[in-house]
């Protein structure tokens, strides 16, 4: 199609402006189309790591309530389309070019020279969607960070915060109180916090969530969770008790985002969004968040996982130590160059057999050349380094992976959602 094409053109030709974070382009864009945010009601979803699932979870329970649910996410794996969702079906290729081809007439007639980021434009044009297909409630995920993030124009009727790790120091600072503050800036007055974060994370939430008098329910406190097995939990809120939920999203890392979105049905139910105990559960078993521990093939096994920090590979790596432990186990790592690389292969490496560096298709992406001279020096000199492999594109690494695998193994690839959104689409050519 080629209007959408043009389209996606004009759109990734903003991504020119980079990260650009504050809250003035966005406000002047949404008032141009005459503010729908303001007509949504909201949940605001931030965090270091956690955000898409937790958001999955609350938008399938939602649906199963009968409500109509919009989501916003970021970034996708495979299509634009997959940020924008209503009851967890895509915006469709024509009303991206439809709605795209209306906010930017509005900005170039009122100021042609007027810049703006990717996400700026991307942010409005989910509200403006959301606001025509008359939404219930919209589950709104920041980019990154919080108190600068283009999402956080919204006044919404709970906060979440998931947790805080380090990533995107850069932009956020290189400590976690600074992070955290970062990341509390979404916190408005009186609009209750639902939050996994602990020790000085929680100590900077609680802080901020006083200073605008708002509630503040937190994990292991206020609302906790029990493993029963893998993938089921037990759990205990505010006022609702479950035993034995089955959520349809691998790892243990899970019980966490889904006792937070459980507790905000909880802080949501009273403000006109009740739903019943059977929609929780049906929601909870058929919930899908492509890219996270995500088995894409048997024979042998593949697993995309989007990991891009060390709290993400932390958790992967968890989930590793206990499952899948009699296979031969291929890694395929690629990551963006402003992560902590170095970290994150240090907890994943030993436990693979053979690893294989690349790097996905886009100009953020960390050159497998820079790990050559790291690998041998770190704590991965343990590695036997004819079991180490470098390749420039992820196809030539997915090649090598399949030449190296037998039926029974396994190959795991992550490092980054974009490393795992590229191989999802070349896996279907080469395997």
Not at 48 to 68: F, H, Q, R
Not at 203 to 215: D, G, K, L, R, T
Request: charged share 25%.
């Amino acid at each position: 199609m080629k209007e959408y094409n043009d389209t996606l053109r004009y759109l990734y030709n903003l991504e020119k402006f980079g990260i650009v974070f504050g809250l003035e382009n966005i406000t002047w864009i949404l008032n141009l189309i005459d503010n729908p945010h303001k007509t949504l009601k909201v949940v605001h979803i931030g965090g270091t790591n956690g955000k898409g699932s937790v958001a999955s979870m609350l938008s399938y329970i939602l649906k199963e309530g009968g409500y109509c649910v919009g989501k916003y996410t970021s970034p996708h794996l495979m299509s634009f389309t997959e940020r924008i969702t209503i009851n967890e079906e895509e915006i469709t290729e024509e009303e991206i070019v439809e709605l795209t081809a209306f906010i930017r007439e509005k900005i170039e007639r009122k100021d042609s020279n007027r810049f703006f980021t990717f996400f700026d434009f991307t942010t409005a044009l989910a509200f403006e969607y959301f606001y025509r297909k008359n939404v219930d409630i919209a589950l709104i995920e920041v980019g990154l960070g919080g108190r600068l993030d283009s999402t956080n124009v919204v006044k919404p009727l709970a906060n979440i915060i998931t947790n805080v790790g380090l990533d995107h120091t850069e932009y956020l600072g290189n400590n976690i109180m600074d992070i955290a503050r970062e990341k509390a800036g979404i916190i408005k007055d009186r609009v209750p916090v639902i939050t996994g974060t602990k020790d000085i994370a929680r100590m900077v939430v609680e802080e901020v969530a006083e200073h605008h008098n708002s509630s503040v329910y937190e994990l292991d406190r206020d609302f906790s969770y029990e493993k029963k097995r893998d993938q089921v939990m037990g759990y205990q809120g505010l006022s609702k008790h479950f035993d034995d939920i089955f959520i349809n999203l691998k790892g243990d890392h899970q019980c966490i985002n889904a006792a937070m979105a459980l507790c905000t049905t909880e802080v949501i139910s009273p403000l006109g969004f009740h739903v019943s105990d059977e929609s929780i559960y049906r929601g909870m078993s058929r919930v899908q968040w492509h890219g996270r521990l995500e088995v894409v093939r048997e024979k042998p096994t593949i697993i995309l996982d989007g990991a891009h920090n060390p709290d993400g590979i932390r958790v992967l790596s968890e989930f590793f130590r206990t499952h899948h432990t009699e296979k031969k186990k291929i890694l395929v790592f690629g990551v963006m160059k402003d992560k902590a690389y170095k970290k994150m292969l240090e907890e994943i490496i030993p436990l693979m057999d053979l690893i294989i560096i690349t790097k996905p298709d886009m100009e953020r992406a960390l050159s497998p050349d820079v790990l050559k001279p790291l690998i041998p020096l770190s704590k991965l000199s343990q590695v036997n380094h004819s079991t180490v492999f470098y390749t420039q594109d992820v196809k030539s690494a997915l090649e090598r992976a399949k030449s190296a695998a037998g039926d029974n193994d396994l190959i795991l690839i992550t490092g980054s959602l974009y490393t795992i959104g590229e191989a999802r689409q070349i896996i279907r050519e080469i395997f």
